[in-house]
């Protein structure tokens, strides 16, 4: 059963910056050919794509978020990491990451096969 943990959300005044990690277990083996997306939720919204990483390195990110966050991975850890830089109060959300291994449309949260259970992330103005 492949298992996703989230780590690193807190509170951070608006301009700051937070690293956010997700470690995955139960499948050590193929960590390096899933694909491994971040999605957040703020309060009352809907769940909205933030970035992804492929198994190759190639990375994708929301409008929002681009040019501020940048997503990397370390398969010999079986991790993969949210850097969020020049953070504002409207990043305020709960934050998850999730993993993939044979879809394509990554931005969508509906591909995407194990989720973690989220860290809270909260930017103060």
């Known amino acids: 059963q492949v298992q996703l943990a989230e780590s690193g959300g807190g509170l951070v005044q608006a301009g700051g910056s937070l690293r956010l990690s997700c470690v995955v277990s139960g499948s050590e083996s193929t960590f390096s050919i899933y694909t491994m997306g971040w999605f957040r939720q703020a309060q009352g919204k809907e769940r909205e794509f933030v970035a992804y990483i492929t198994w190759t390195g190639i990375t994708y990110y929301g409008d929002s978020v681009n040019g501020r966050f940048t997503a990397s991975r370390d398969n010999a850890q079986n991790t993969v990491y949210l850097q969020m830089n020049s953070l504002n109060p409207e990043d305020t959300a709960v934050y998850y990451c999730?993993?993939?291994?044979?879809?394509?449309?990554?931005?969508?949260?509906?591909?995407?096969?194990?989720w973690g259970q989220g860290t809270q992330v909260t930017v103060s103005s």
């Open positions: 999730a993993a993939d291994r044979f879809g394509s449309r990554w931005h969508l949260e509906s591909e995407y096969d194990y």
